[in-house]
């Protein structure tokens, strides 16, 4: 359908991977969102659903309480080993040898303890030589070696674009481009070139030098990227109480031929690793990493039902990626496929994740949630092994929810929280007063330890 709500300001973006690029600007405010008998917010803007959705949505203006910047994260992140004395037995605490030839360096350790982590490559051994002394910290290194810590992005340190005001939202478009291939799951197969929409809301006292966690919200089949959740939490401050980066996406243009939801405005879902979409993260990823202050270890995919669907397949492919990691799912009664021709192929490493579905809702059933939820149960090694017996205990996420709404599986890696709000309900909704600060609690676990180290 078409949607004539264009809000915010936003600078010019360069796509990484189309020799073309464009950018254009406009000017409005920040919308929440809605659906059925849910309003995100009370903005006097409004849309239908997506046929057969059920859903409708209304945009809000909503804008957090000015919160105090930031300071300066260090990069944090792993830590490598250079030190050693003349190998003997090298890269051990500097263990007793002279004479040897000198040993390499070792390789990127985890932690930066001294004179350990990397593995060497020894010299012959000498005798009777002094102790080596330990090695001195590093920095860089595996992304997952210091998942805790902070890894700024190269915008840190960078003033944004002037049309990033703090605590307003930016609207820009971006060219993408690249080739399905024969055979696909949509209709149309073979090169296309789209230009996307997105929407960026910079938290109020925003810091250049602090690295804060991105959030990628997709909103439902018919919406555009200023219908998500504003994320207020329990004390009704948007942005997870001012902590996080959130960036609004639309949906592609119909004539991407959806396979299972032609005409209706959705996101590019059930096409496997063909998805338009996995091309518009990795080009939209790249481009505001390298112009904002974003933390690499904390970026989020969040969304609601067919912007749900998105951030299951987000998550599973991209959870540990090497370049453009997703650390953690926020679904709103999202599902994750199982037909070959419509999954992605999915990382086998650990991520984080919250879901909310209600039990009876026939347009997403919960079923398929649960999809998304056992294969997060099985790639973080929880005990149970699946969600109908997985231990679980109460997750309280205020608002006006019961401490029991939500349940954590405590089975998982406390690095990987998983948890899930099965609702009691045959409404296909936005439940918007359990998706806001149950996503915000969520988000702002990962401002303090275990799951962060300031």
């Known amino acids: 359908m078409n949607c004539s709500v264009r809000l915010g300001l936003i600078g010019v973006f360069a796509l990484g991977c189309s020799p073309n690029v464009q950018v254009f600007l406009s000017n409005g405010g920040s919308s929440g969102m809605g659906d059925g008998a849910d309003n995100g917010g009370t903005g006097s803007a409004a849309h239908a659903g997506r046929s057969g959705d059920g859903t409708a949505h209304s945009g809000s203006s909503n804008t957090g309480d000015a919160g105090a910047g930031g300071s300066a994260e260090e990069q944090g992140g792993s830590m490598s080993v250079s030190g050693g004395s003349s190998l003997g037995g090298a890269g051990t605490s500097g263990s007793s040898s002279t004479a040897g030839a000198a040993g390499l360096s070792g390789s990127t350790a985890t932690g930066g303890a001294a004179g350990t982590g990397g593995t060497s490559t020894s010299g012959n051994a000498g005798a009777a030589g002094t102790s080596g002394t330990a090695g001195s910290s590093g920095s860089g290194g595996a992304l997952n070696n210091a998942i805790t810590h902070a890894l700024p992005s190269a915008g840190c340190g960078l003033n944004p674009d002037s049309a990033f005001v703090p605590g307003t939202t930016a609207e820009a478009h971006i060219q993408t481009s690249s080739t399905k291939a024969t055979g696909c799951a949509d209709s149309v197969c073979g090169a296309w070139a789209y230009e996307r929409d997105y929407y960026v809301t910079l938290p109020v006292g925003y810091d250049k030098t602090k690295a804060y966690p991105l959030v990628f919200e997709a909103t439902t089949c018919g919406g555009i990227g200023a219908d998500v959740y504003p994320l207020s939490d329990s004390s009704n401050v948007d942005n997870a ?165 939500c349940k954590r599986i405590t089975g998982c890696p406390a690095l990987y929280p998983l948890v899930v709000c099965a609702l009691v309900s045959n409404q296909h909704s936005s439940n918007s007063t359990t998706a806001n600060p149950g996503f915000s609690t969520f988000l702002k676990a990962f401002e303090t330890t275990p799951l962060f180290t300031p």
């Open 241 to 405: 109480g001012n902590t996080v980066i959130r960036v609004g996406l639309t949906p592609p243009p119909n004539t991407i031929g959806h396979s299972t939801h032609p005409g209706q405005g959705c996101f590019d879902s059930n096409e496997g690793d063909d998805s338009v979409d996995f091309v518009f993260y990795e080009t939209l990823y790249d481009k505001l990493a390298s112009g904002l202050c974003v933390d690499r270890n904390r970026v989020f995919a969040a969304g609601h039902s067919n912007g749900g669907d998105l951030a299951n397949e987000l998550g599973c492919k991209y959870a540990g990626d090497a370049t453009r990691p997703i650390r953690g799912v926020l679904s709103n009664t999202g599902v994750l496929p199982t037909e070959p021709a419509y999954t992605p192929t999915c990382s086998t490493k650990p991520m984080a994740g919250m879901w909310i579905g209600a039990t009876g809702d026939a347009t997403a059933p919960f079923s398929g949630t649960v999809i998304a939820i056992n294969r997060a149960i099985a790639v973080n090694g929880c005990t149970g092994g699946d969600y109908a017996v997985t231990p679980m205990a109460n997750y309280p996420v205020g608002g006006a929810n019961s401490d029991s709404t």
